[in-house]
């Protein structure tokens, strides 16, 4: 096993817990080195990703908030601006919100879409 090798064995028996570690990357070999900034970028992405997991809801909702103050701001004089936010907001849940509140409304207020025979 070479150096490398043995560097990259320790570095996954470690686990996810802890991060790169120069040691066992020849920080001169450039492919080592790109290894090396691999795991270190993949590491930081991790430990981001946990650190945000347990506010994901709460991030999730103000950004819904931003959105829906934004659309109220905008258009919440237009007539029927309840009744189509009130579909947006169903097309939002019924995606799972994988679409923006202002995507959904800027649909219900399509008015060639909701056009019978578009």
Same mark, same amino acid.
């Given at each position: 096993m070479s150096g490398r090798d043995a560097g990259r064995?320790?570095?996954?028996?470690?686990g996810s817990s802890q991060g790169s570690s120069p040691k066992g990357h020849d920080l001169y070999d450039?492919?080592?080195a790109a290894e090396?900034?691999?795991?270190?970028d993949e590491y930081i992405d991790r430990r981001i990703h946990q650190a945000?997991?347990?506010?994901?809801a709460t991030l999730q909702n103000s950004k819904w908030e931003q959105q829906y103050n934004a659309m109220v701001a905008t258009h919440?004089?237009?007539?029927?601006? /309840?009744m189509k936010m009130d579909m947006a907001l169903?097309?939002?849940?019924?995606?799972?919100? /994988?679409?923006?509140?202002p995507e959904a409304y800027a649909k219900v207020d399509d008015r060639d879409a909701a056009?019978?025979?578009k």
């Open positions: 064995a320790s570095q996954e028996a470690r450039d492919e080592s090396f900034q691999r795991a270190t945000l997991e347990p506010h994901a919440g004089s237009d007539e029927g601006f /309840k169903r097309m939002v849940a019924d995606n799972n919100g /994988k679409i923006s509140i056009r019978p025979g």
